[in-house]
């Protein structure tokens, strides 16, 4: 009989990953990609339906992610270490997932093999987000819906 190997996200922690390993984790849900707006009183995030201009809402990846940061200064580079000091990213998301010691969701890539499944179960950014240089202002897109 063939041995059944155990995928390496429910044997490796986020730390003993390897780059490959790391960026295979995000679903392209491209939620932690669309805008949120906090109030200053409360601190609340208020997520609105605009995405950042470099994210393809089609897919939900980076159209330029290697280069990101120098189109998007504030673009956030997730590692273990500030996963754990992010409060924005979705309820859905791998990495936070993991990080709390979940299992990752049926419908995510790595389960089904299939980069659609995140579209198909109705988790990512398409069909309802605009892209930030079409938007105007962001407080005229906030919506009732968590992330």
């Known amino acids: 009989m063939g041995q059944v190997n155990t995928p390496f996200w429910e044997t490796k922690t ?6 490959a390993e790391w960026e ?5 849900c491209g939620k932690c990609c669309v805008h949120k707006l906090e109030d200053e009183e409360t601190g609340e995030l208020h997520p609105t339906n605009v995405a ?6 089609h897919s939900g990846r980076c159209t330029n992610y290697k280069h990101r ?9 997730l590692t273990p270490a500030r996963l754990r000091e992010i409060d924005w990213l979705p309820d859905t ?13 049926e419908w995510h890539p790595l389960i089904t093999g299939d980069p659609e499944s995140v579209h198909k179960a109705g988790i990512s950014v398409r069909g309802w987000t605009v892209s930030e240089t079409d938007a105007g202002e962001l407080e005229l897109h906030v919506v009732d819906r968590s992330l």
Request: include cysteine; hydrophobic fraction near 35%; charged fraction near 35%.
């Open 14 to 19: 986020l730390d003993a990953m390897n780059r």
């Open 24 to 28: 295979s984790l995000c679903d392209g």
């Open 52 to 57: 950042c201009k470099l994210l393809d809402r």
């Open 69 to 77: 940061r120098a189109f998007v200064p504030e673009c956030v580079r």
């Open 93 to 105: 998301c791998a990495y936070r997932l993991l990080d709390e010691g979940k299992p990752l969701p």
